[in-house]
């Protein structure tokens, strides 16, 4: 059974940093890509930031370039998204999802994944 299952969500206040982690089990993730994705209320989920699984290739939305950073650690199964300087509008349900066959920037702009995360909330907010 592959799950993915996201930790480090909280409340945080504007300008400060937060470190989310993706644990994946039940599949080999070094062979898939591996993406963070945003849900805000009444609004369409986004892709956020997408890391591949052959050259650690990476790609940002613009909305979060210089502030968000992704990694991985296939040894651990786990794919982290570090935050700082964070925003309200960072506000929301991040949830990781893995795709075996997707390049990362198509991953993220359509939401294409093969298994997918419940998610953790991060609210931004003084």
Request: proline content about 2%; hydrophobic content about 30%; overall charge negative.
């Amino acid at each position: 059974q592959v799950q993915l299952v996201e930790s480090g969500g909280g409340l945080v206040q504007p300008g400060g940093s937060l470190t989310l982690s993706c644990e994946a089990s039940g599949l080999n993730l070094a062979y898939y890509a591996v993406g963070w994705f945003r849900q805000a209320p009444g609004k369409e989920r986004e892709g956020v930031s997408c890391i591949s699984n052959s050259d650690g290739d990476t790609y940002y939305d613009d909305s979060v370039k210089e502030r968000f950073t992704v990694s991985r650690d296939d040894a651990k199964s786990t794919v982290y998204l570090q935050m700082n300087d964070l925003k309200p509008e960072d506000t929301g349900v991040y949830l990781c999802a893995a795709d075996s066959g997707t390049a990362i920037e198509t991953m993220c702009k359509n939401s294409w994944a093969d298994w997918w995360g419940q998610g953790t909330q991060v609210t931004v907010s003084s």
